[in-house]
């Protein structure tokens, strides 16, 4: 089950942030300062521990056709793409994109996708992309909760 929700253009440059700007072709190590790609990291990582599925983040581009490309990238995104899960952003575009898989689909359905998307979009629009990001993937893990292997019987 693969799901969307595109953004309004919103240009959230100040004076301060607009000189450092650059095309999404850069480098994320430009683009990011380690602390924040750390921060990226342990997001996702901690995503991935607690609720078993595989989330995986893709910042760029992504063409004309941003949902073919998306569902293109999660097909590439792991071993098994029906426990992953991945977030495709084009701040260039103003699209997020939210691919699961069939299996990560049953646990985390298209309004709890949508809402987090929601999420993210607000604090992208307020100008902040690595805040809107760890947000969402919270969101998304809480929604999807433990796999059975980790549940307690009651």
Do not use: W
């Amino acid at each position: 089950m693969t799901r969307a929700l595109e953004a309004e253009s919103h240009d959230t440059a100040t004076t301060q942030t607009a000189p450092t700007r650059t095309d999404e072709g850069g480098r994320l190590d430009k683009i990011f300062t380690f602390q924040e790609l750390a921060r990226l990291d342990e997001a996702l990582t901690m995503s991935s521990r607690e609720t078993g599925l595989r989330f995986t983040l893709y910042i760029g581009d992504l063409g004309k056709r941003t949902r073919v490309m998306a569902e293109e990238l999660h097909a590439r995104s792991g071993a098994n793409p029906s426990e992953c899960v991945l977030i495709a952003i084009s701040p260039g575009q103003r699209v997020v994109e939210v691919v699961t898989g069939a299996a990560a689909a049953r646990r985390m359905p298209d309004r709890a996708c949508a809402l987090a998307v929601l999420s993210m979009t607000g604090s992208f629009a307020a100008g902040d992309l690595v805040g809107g990001i760890v947000n969402g993937l919270r969101q998304l893990s809480d929604q999807a909760g433990h796999p059975a292997s980790l549940r307690r019987p009651h």
